[in-house]
């Protein structure tokens, strides 16, 4: 995925986009209480409505922000996309070729 932002269980926008635009109106607010990398709320805001997303790992809650474009630095520091796969998880074609 093109937004992929380094999170072991983040889901893909477009999914997302369907459950959001299914079950909310424009301007109305979306909760997320586990917002991991802000997927929820960023998709929330492309599609005009607001969002509140609860995230305790810090590392996350920086990708958040700047997903969300409310700041691209925290604590002093530059919030950059990062490009490097940082779970431990395997894609499908791994696991089959090992088996």
Do not use: C, W
């Amino acid at each position: 995925m093109e937004e992929y932002e380094n999170h072991p269980t983040q889901k893909p926008e477009i999914l997302l986009q369907r459950i959001i635009l299914a079950s909310s109106n424009e301007n109305e607010i979306v909760l997320d209480p586990f917002s991991g990398t802000f997927t929820t709320s960023s998709v929330a805001i492309k599609n005009n409505r607001k969002a509140i997303g609860i995230e305790l790992n810090e590392d996350y809650y920086k990708i958040g922000i700047r997903r969300t474009n409310i700041a691209n630095s925290y604590k002093g520091e530059e919030i950059k996309k990062e490009r490097i796969k940082k779970t431990q998880s395997r894609n499908k074609s791994s696991f089959i070729k090992e088996n």
